[in-house]
């Protein structure tokens, strides 16, 4: 299955974007959905995930009140709506596809391109 992701851009600090992840094909509702963001000479790290059939939602503690992670089961597509964005958030946002939950990038199988997200001060 391949991912594409999409949504980045340029935002002032206080703004919002919100960035997409497209599946190729049917996402199973085992499957969990997850939002990565790597900032340059960091590690890539956890920012939400969605268990697709449940819904059930999870985030990282810094964004916990800022984001919303959704989805769109019939266009197999999961959301990150970012609000309230702070110079901090900025990154590369990639978008995973995995059979279990998890907070680590070994949870995830698939992986999408990223997206930039760049937030001036």
């Known amino acids: 299955v391949q991912l594409q992701a999409s949504g980045g851009g340029l935002v002032q600090a206080g703004g919002s974007l919100r960035l997409s992840c497209t599946a190729s094909?049917?996402?199973?509702?085992?499957?969990?959905l997850g939002w990565f963001r790597q900032a340059p000479g960091k590690e890539r790290l956890f920012v939400a995930a969605i268990r697709w059939g449940t819904t059930r939602t999870y985030y990282e503690d810094s964004v916990r009140d800022r984001f919303t992670i959704s989805r769109n089961s019939a266009e197999n597509t999961v959301y990150l709506q970012m609000n309230n964005l702070k110079p901090d958030d900025a990154a590369v946002y990639y978008c995973?596809?995995?059979?279990?939950?998890?907070?680590?990038?070994?949870?995830?199988?698939?992986w999408g391109q990223g997206t930039q997200v760049t937030v001036s001060s």
């Open positions: 995973a596809m995995g059979s279990q939950y998890g907070t680590t990038q070994n949870a995830y199988n698939y």
């Open positions: 094909r049917r996402i199973y509702s085992s499957s969990v």
